[in-house]
């Protein structure tokens, strides 16, 4: 089995230099090599997004990516953002505090995909504001690949709506 030394920035946090294995996916190495179990592995087949973590690029966007259908080594140099770094000082971020609101999850296995999904969504819209009729759309396109075996979306939605539209600087008027 052929191995790499990866190292990738998780959090804010450089980890590594690591040995993997070129078959480990990247769920298992944040889950068993880091501890960081909050990144789901549901589907395995790059369905659901369950997986999904945020991927900072150097020219300041971010992406989500997922990591049940992607290696560790994929990841090698890559600065990301998994569930575990969202609540700063003990206070919940704007997107999860959203969906503890809006009661939006059960048993939570898919939650941490959605505030990562949510949470860029946001920070494209901070940078380029929409207009509030475009809300819902711009929502079911950001969100609709995010399978949730248990509350049937709504709330989820609604808590999404909720926030860009109480949000300074998400939506413009017109
Ligand atoms: S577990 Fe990765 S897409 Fe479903
Ligand atoms: S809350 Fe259970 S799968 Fe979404």
Redesign the pocket.
């Known amino acids: 089995m052929t191995r790499s030394t990866i190292t990738v920035t998780v959090n804010g946090t450089p980890q590594g230099p690591h040995e993997v294995p070129d078959a480990m996916r990247m ?1 298992d190495y944040l889950n068993d090599t880091l501890g960081l179990t909050g990144t ?13 973590v945020i991927v900072d690029q150097p020219d300041g966007t971010s992406r989500t990516e ?4 992607q290696g560790a080594a994929a990841f090698d140099g890559k600065s990301i953002r998994t569930i575990e770094g969202h609540a700063k000082n003990g206070k919940l971020s704007p997107v999860q505090q959203a969906y503890v609101d809006h009661f939006s999850f059960q048993c939570g296995y898919c939650t941490s995909g959605f505030v990562n999904e949510a949470t860029v969504l946001l920070e494209n819209l901070k940078k380029s504001p929409i207009a509030k009729a475009d809300v819902e759309t711009a929502i079911e396109e950001a969100m609709g690949n995010h ?1 949730c075996r248990c509350t049937g979306y709504v709330r989820y939605f609604q808590a999404l709506k909720d926030l860009i539209l109480n949000q300074n600087g998400l939506t413009r008027e017109g």
Do not use: L, N, P
């Not at 789901?40 to 999904?52: E, Q, R, T």
């Not at 997922?66 to 259908?69: D, L, W, Y």
């Open positions: 769920v789901k592995f549901s589907c395995g087949i790059g369905i659901c997004h369950a997986c999904v997922r990591t049940c259908i399978i």
